[in-house]
């Protein structure tokens, strides 16, 4: 599991994807999102403005598990 640090309250799913690099766009994160391969906390996330916060668990399929912290 990864460990991605934030220097803010909370990021933004869609947001979280480009700055940890496995999306470019914005565009491309959404499909990802949609085609259900992220998990927050153990949960399939649909919502591309989902906020993540530290302590929150990311499992993307296919690429890794990450924490914010």
């Not at 999306?23 to 391969?37: A, S, Y």
């Amino acid at each position: 599991m990864k460990e991605i640090k934030i220097d803010t309250e909370y990021i933004k799913l869609d947001q979280f994807l480009k700055y940890i690099g496995v999306v470019q766009t914005g565009g491309q994160g959404k499909i990802l999102i949609e085609e259900k391969n992220v998990e927050i906390n153990g949960e399939v996330v649909t919502e591309r403005g989902k906020k993540i916060r530290r302590g929150d668990k990311i499992k993307i399929k296919g690429v890794d598990d990450f924490v914010v912290i």
